[in-house]
T-cell receptor
Framework: GNSVTQMEGPVTLSEEAFLTINCTYT??????LFWYVQYPGEGLQLLLK?????DKGSNKGFEATYRKETTSFHLEKGSVQVSDSAVYFC????????????FGQGTILTVHP | AAGVIQSPRHLIKEKRETATLKCYPI?????VYWYQQGPGQDPQFLIS???????DKGSIPDRFSAQQFSDYHSELNMSSLELGDSALYFC??????????????FGPGTRLTVL
């Protein structure tokens, strides 16, 4: 079956530091890949997505590239802000039309001023 | 823009009681998904409906049932509640019938606490 593995967390950074959160996946066929963000007490918000190999998703300074050869979709941001503190989930949607999401275990990011 | 609505936002129940969670999808969305997120856990897929028919089933206990109604809203019914059912329950909706790669939009969740 499909699975997603995220880097061990939590991650603590100072403001303006560089962020990388690793994500690798196992899936049959050609899944779509996503990063979701969850702020405290809130629901899941789609941060970015990529639907095929070598696609780069980007939003709010965050980027991730769909690497089929390494089955990875690492999240990066060049300069984090305190407001980026949240839980980040990598997820995939398999090839079926009805498209349930399989999530990684989540990475807690805390950014200090 | 309209979002996914879930009610209630918070629910407290005793063991062995029943609970009903409701989800109102974004207008014109034809698919609803239910996920369960335990404390400190990733969301786990429970069940989904497309055009009022069950389309996929995940790790949903037999004590739970769900359906999608003619107005596309969905209800998750949970019986014989156990302490381990305490979690955040998310509903997401999606417009599969529309062209393009349409995403799931998540509601704010219902936090269920079983005492």
């Amino acid at each position: 079956g499909n699975s997603v593995t995220q880097m061990e967390g939590p991650v603590t950074l100072s403001e303006e530091a560089f962020l990388t959160i690793n994500c690798t996946y196992t899936a049959t066929g050609y899944p779509s890949l996503f990063w979701y963000v969850q702020y405290p007490g809130e629901g899941l918000q789609l941060l970015l997505k990529a639907t095929k190999a070598d696609d780069k998703g980007s939003n709010k300074g965050f980027e991730a590239t769909y690497r089929k050869e390494t089955t990875s979709f690492h999240l990066e941001k060049g300069s984090v802000q305190v407001s980026d503190s949240a839980v980040y989930f990598c997820a995939l949607r398999g090839g079926t039309s009805y498209g349930k999401l399989t999530f990684g275990q989540g990475t807690i990011l805390t950014v200090h001023p | 823009a309209a979002g996914v609505i879930q009610s209630p936002r918070h629910l407290i129940k005793e063991k062995r009681e029943t609970a009903t969670l409701k989800c109102y999808p974004i207008p014109r969305h034809d698919t609803v998904y239910w996920y369960q997120q335990g404390p400190g856990q990733d969301p786990q897929f429970l069940i989904s409906f497309y055009e009022k028919m069950q389309s996929d089933k995940g790790s949903i206990p037999d004590r739970f049932s769900a359906q999608q109604f003619s107005d596309y809203h969905s209800e998750l019914n949970m019986s014989s509640l156990e302490l381990g059912d305490s979690a955040l329950y998310f509903c997401a909706s999606r417009a599969i019938g529309l062209a393009g790669d349409n995403e799931q939009f998540f509601g704010p969740g219902t936090r269920l606490t079983v005492l």
